[in-house]
Nanobody
Framework: QVQLVESGGGLVQPGGSLELSCEAS????????MGWYRQAPGKQRELGAV???????NYANFVQGRFILSRDIAYHSVYLQMNSLEPGDTAVYYC?????????WGQGTQVTVGQ
């Protein structure tokens, strides 16, 4: 079993930045995909940004160049640098990893964009 622990959420003003971190409880080189999803109130969970084993990254359309996903294998971690945040980015952000048929989720971290 793998634990994913997120950190870095919080309250930020529109136009501000936050960096989310996700640390896995063990080596992540066996993960096929790792990254971030989000779920806003009353909406379905949606993909934000993921990185594949070979380093290819996929970003959701709503990112529009504002978010940067990175990975540090030595620290078993992925990071999501979020810039130019908008109220519409308010959601719980979840770390996700897939390893063959297995899928792992973190507990989520709240991001709130407002005054």
């Amino acid at each position: 079993q793998v634990q994913l622990v997120e950190s870095g959420g919080g309250l930020v003003q529109p136009g501000g930045s936050l960096e989310l971190s996700c640390e896995a409880s063990r080596d992540i080189t066996s993960f096929n995909v790792m990254g971030w999803y989000r779920q806003a109130p009353g909406k379905q969970r949606e993909l934000g940004a993921v990185i594949h084993t070979g380093g290819v990254k996929n970003y959701a359309n709503f990112v529009q160049g504002r978010f940067i996903l990175s990975r540090d294998i030595a620290y078993h971690s992925v990071y999501l640098q979020m810039n130019s945040l908008e109220p519409g980015d308010t959601a719980v952000y979840y770390c996700n990893a897939r390893e063959g048929p297995r899928e792992y989720w973190g507990q989520g971290t709240q991001v709130t964009v407002g005054q």
